[in-house]
């Protein structure tokens, strides 16, 4: 599968220029699948619910399943979350792997910033993000890596797209 990384400090958009970007790239007819790493605890469902209470009772595994779409819960118990790579192998085949967070995985990724935030650029110390998409481009020209305005989700696309590498899963 060919990987490619988004980072950036929470609020910068990460999310919202996935998402703008992922129907550019399924328009391509490429198959498309998403990891994202959360640094937090999160909950896919909410108590009340059957999967919530099975969880909770002890259930180290959940999988609910209908006609439209089914969804794997798996309760880690104290076990290290995944590595990127773990992550990758329980995905189905696909073309094309986004990957938002995992900072610190070697992958190419693409630098989200807003200037807004008042937070440091990330790129100057990780070679691994080779492309700048921020609501003021102009004030990056001349950098020594492609910039590009958050609007751009067509090139961004393309960037993407040009520059996700294979990675070997398992072996």
Known sequence: MRVFGFAGWSGSGKTTLIEQIVPRLVGRGLRVSLIKHAHHRFEVDYPGKDSYRHRHAGCSEVLITSDTRWALMHELRGA????????????????????????????????????????????????????????????????????????????????????????TIGG
Do not use: N, Q
Not at 113 to 125: C, D, I, S, T
């Open 80 to 167: 290290p979350e995944l590595h990127v790579a773990e992550a990758l192998a329980r995905l189905s085949p696909c073309d094309l792997v986004l990957v938002e967070g995992y900072k610190r995985f070697a992958m190419p990724k693409l630098e989200i910033h807003r200037a807004e935030l008042g937070k440091p650029l990330l790129h100057p110390g990780d070679a691994s993000i080779i492309g700048l998409a921020t609501d003021t481009p102009a004030a990056f020209h001349g950098r020594d890596l492609p910039v590009f305005g958050l609007d751009a989700c067509d090139a961004l696309a393309t960037f993407v797209e040009e520059r996700a590498v294979y990675v």
